[in-house]
């Protein structure tokens, strides 16, 4: 618990003419250092998901092309996102104002525009994954916005206290808006210290063609009669602020999906690699028992099967998989028998499967890394299960040939027979 200590700041403005700030260019593309960011093109990550897009720059603006359409499994609209990691300028003078995007666009009719800035959050990508809805996801503000009809350049102004980083994932509304709870909102301090700012197009049917010039913070104006002001931070804003995200872990013993759910040949194993074990079941628009651990729901119970883990999990800080791997090659095991699955890196660098993982947001494994003999792959319907029973991802081939997606909850297991496995033993094919 963090003592509160109240903090005072006096603001003087004149009492006749107002005093114009500037606003703080965050994102150009004419070259400027400090502003040019590269920006990578995301599509749809739930498994089955059509949604496509692209990212192209010009040479004095970027463009998002695509279509969302329907994610057959859920039934709802999928995403296309561009997204930029790096250092920002200090926005924290700007925070009673608003985020000012200078677009354009041909479907100006378009429903699902929206923009997120992280900021605090300890793995960008995974917080903009989850938006507050799984541990340690934190640090994503989203809010949404709309562009004029028009063949100019349109200054659209999204307020900051319009932003949360409490959003569904599955449909990128706010589960919490920032006047609700004070931990939700964009403060100066998450200002100051911005990672990462994306471009969405989620929650609607429909193609996207939007070019994005600019994109700045805008400091509220000052009233033009404004005398000294004495302004005190709340409690609650104080703590939001200066507080950690903290993971929620349940305190519980984790129990299998029901009888005529469950497709796993055993218990999962009680004490999963890479931190794994404890992990709470996934956000999924299915009713689950609250017992069931991610693994369970994910790698057990058929009624998830159209789902994954959440995207980028592997890179939350209590899970960091890539410190956590062996020395040369690393062999994944079942989650729930202990077969050896896959070893990677087989015939590429370690580099090269990191950026391949990185690239797609869960464990990525090429033809030379499966233990074939262990693993079910189902070529026309894209799942992937174990030789006994557990689903373990999706066979999913990009351009550089055939690819398993996989979910590290399912292949976090130990060897069948050692002190830490808890499944049923099966005979590991070499």
């Not at 859920?74 to 990691?85: C, N, S, V």
């Not at 319907?381 to 689903?391: K, Q």
Request: charged fraction near 15%; aromatic fraction near 8%.
């Amino acid at each position: 618990m963090l003592a509160f200590a109240a903090t005072v700041k006096q603001v003087l403005s004149t009492a006749t003419t107002p005093t114009v700030l500037a606003s703080i260019p965050l994102v150009t593309f004419d070259g400027e250092k400090a502003t040019t960011h590269e920006f990578v093109e995301l599509n749809d990550p739930v498994m089955g998901g059509r949604s496509s897009g692209t990212w192209s720059v010009m040479p004095t603006f970027g463009v998002m092309d695509g279509e969302v359409v329907d994610v057959p499994s859920l039934q709802a609209p999928g995403f296309i996102k561009a997204a930029a990691d790096g250092a920002f300028p200090d926005a924290a003078s700007a925070s009673a104002g608003a985020l000012e995007l200078e677009v354009r666009s041909t479907t100006p009719q378009y429903a699902g525009f929206r923009v997120s800035l992280a900021a605090g959050a300890v793995a960008p990508p995974y917080s903009c994954a989850g938006g507050g809805s799984i541990p340690l996801s934190r640090g994503c503000y989203k809010a949404k916005f709309s562009v004029p009809a028009g063949d100019g350049w349109h200054a659209v102004s999204v307020p900051f206290a319009s932003f949360s980083d409490l959003w569904s994932p599955a449909t990128g509304e706010h589960t919490k808006e920032c006047s609700e709870d004070a931990s939700a909102c964009l403060t100066a301090k998450k200002l100051s210290s911005l990672q990462r700012v994306e471009l969405w197009a989620e929650g609607a049917v429909g193609k996207v063609h939007l070019e994005l010039k600019s994109v700045s913070a805008v400091p509220a104006a000052p009233h033009p009669n404004s005398t000294p002001l004495l302004t005190v931070s709340s409690p609650a804003a104080l703590a939001a602020a200066a507080a950690p995200a903290a993971a929620t872990t349940a305190s519980r013993t984790a129990t299998r999906p029901p009888a005529p759910f469950g497709t796993c040949s055993g218990a999962v194993q009680k004490q999963l690699r890479f931190g794994i074990s404890g992990r709470e079941q996934p956000t999924v628009p299915v009713p689950l028992p609250a017992t069931e651990s991610l693994a369970e729901a994910v790698c057990c119970d058929n009624r998830t099967v159209a789902y994954a883990e959440p995207r980028f999990l592997y890179q939350a800080p209590d899970i960091a998989l890539y410190s956590r791997l062996d020395a040369g090659v690393t062999t994944f095991y079942d989650s729930v028998c202990g077969l050896p699955l896959f070893r990677a890196p087989l015939n590429r660098s370690l580099a090269a499967f990191k950026a391949d993982t990185d690239e797609h947001g869960w464990p990525s494994f090429r033809t030379a890394e499966v233990v074939a003999a262990n693993v079910v792959t189902d070529v026309k319907s894209g799942l992937v299960s174990s030789r006994c029973g557990t689903h373990l991802g999706s066979y999913l081939p990009d351009g550089a040939g055939p690819r398993w997606c996989m979910d590290l909850s399912c292949i976090a297991g130990s060897p069948a027979g050692s002190p830490a496995s808890q499944g049923t033993a099966v005979t590991a094919a070499a």
